[in-house]
C-alpha cells in the first residue's frame, strides 16, 4: 500500500469551476498535512498546510482534513488557467515528509 | 534572505562517471532533505540528513548513493556510476526542524541526464 495515494488525474475543469483534489495517506499517526503546487520544471511550492481536523481557508483555496478516514483535500474556488499545474500532496510524521504522485490540474479558459 | 541553493542546475553525465550535487539550505536551517523525481512522477523521498548527521536513508538505493551535511559547507548528494535510469531531477528542501512542525522549502533541483 502506498503512503500517500492521489488520483494521478489529468483533471480537467473549466475556468471559473471547483477544482477538487483528494488524497489518502497510510499512517494513522501523520501529524501534518500539506499541499504544493508544481509548475512543469519548477520546483513545488507550499500553497496551504493543515494540522487539525476540519476546514482551513485562504483565499481561493479550502484544504479540509478528516483524520479518522485518513483523507485530506483541496477544493479551488473560482479556477483560473494560471491555476494548471500539478498539486502534490505531502504528510509529515515525524522525521517523514512523504509526498503522493500529484494529480495533474488542467483549468481550460 | 536567500533559499535553498542548489548547484549545477543542470548536469550530463555519461555511463560510469559521477555525479554530485550540492545543497545550501537556507540561513538558520538544519533539516536537509533529498528527492528524486522522474518525469510525470511525484517526489520519491531519497535522505534526510541533520548537520554531520544521516538521519533517514531508508529511500536512498544502497549502492552508488551517498549523501552527507558536514558541519561547514553544503548537503552533497553523490551518485558514483551513473547509469541512465538516474536521469531525473533532484530535489533538495530544508526546513528549521522536523516536517511534523511546518513546512519544506525546496531549491530548483539538480537535473542530472546520463549519456
Known amino acids: 500500500q502506498k503512503e500517500v495515494e492521489q488520483n494521478s488525474g489529468p483533471l480537467s475543469v473549466p475556468e471559473g469551476a471547483i477544482a477538487s483534489l483528494n488524497c489518502t495517506y497510510s499512517?494513522?499517526?501523520?501529524?501534518?498535512f500539506f499541499w504544493y503546487r508544481q509548475y512543469s520544471g519548477k520546483s513545488p511550492e507550499l500553497i496551504m498546510s493543515?494540522?487539525?481536523?476540519g476546514d482551513k481557508e485562504d483565499g481561493r483555496f479550502t484544504a479540509q482534513l478528516n483524520k479518522a478516514s485518513q483523507y485530506v483535500s483541496l477544493l479551488i474556488r473560482d479556477s483560473q488557467p494560471s491555476d494548471s499545474a500539478t498539486y502534490l500532496c505531502?504528510?509529515?510524521?515525524?522525521?517523514?515528509?512523504?509526498f503522493g504522485a500529484g494529480t495533474r490540474l488542467t483549468v481550460k479558459p | 534572505n536567500a533559499g535553498v541553493m542548489q548547484n549545477p542546475r543542470h548536469l550530463v553525465r555519461r555511463r560510469g562517471q559521477e555525479a554530485r550535487l550540492r545543497c545550501s539550505p537556507m540561513?538558520?536551517?538544519?533539516?536537509v532533505y533529498w528527492y528524486r523525481q522522474l518525469p510525470e512522477e511525484g517526489l520519491k523521498f531519497m535522505v534526510y540528513l541533520q548537520k554531520e548527521n544521516i538521519i533517514d536513508e531508508s529511500g536512498m538505493p544502497k549502492e552508488r548513493f551517498s549523501a552527507e551535511f558536514p558541519k561547514e559547507g553544503p548537503s552533497i548528494l553523490r551518485i558514483q556510476q551513473v547509469v541512465r535510469g538516474d536521469s531525473a531531477a533532484y530535489f533538495c528542501a530544508s526546513s528549521p526542524g522536523l516536517p511534523s512542525t511546518g513546512e519544506l522549502f525546496f531549491g530548483e533541483g539538480s537535473r542530472l541526464t546520463v549519456l
Open positions: 505531502a504528510v509529515g510524521l515525524n522525521n517523514d515528509m512523504r
Open positions: 540561513k538558520g536551517h538544519s533539516h
Open positions: 493543515i494540522y487539525s481536523n
Open positions: 499512517d494513522r499517526g501523520s501529524q501534518s
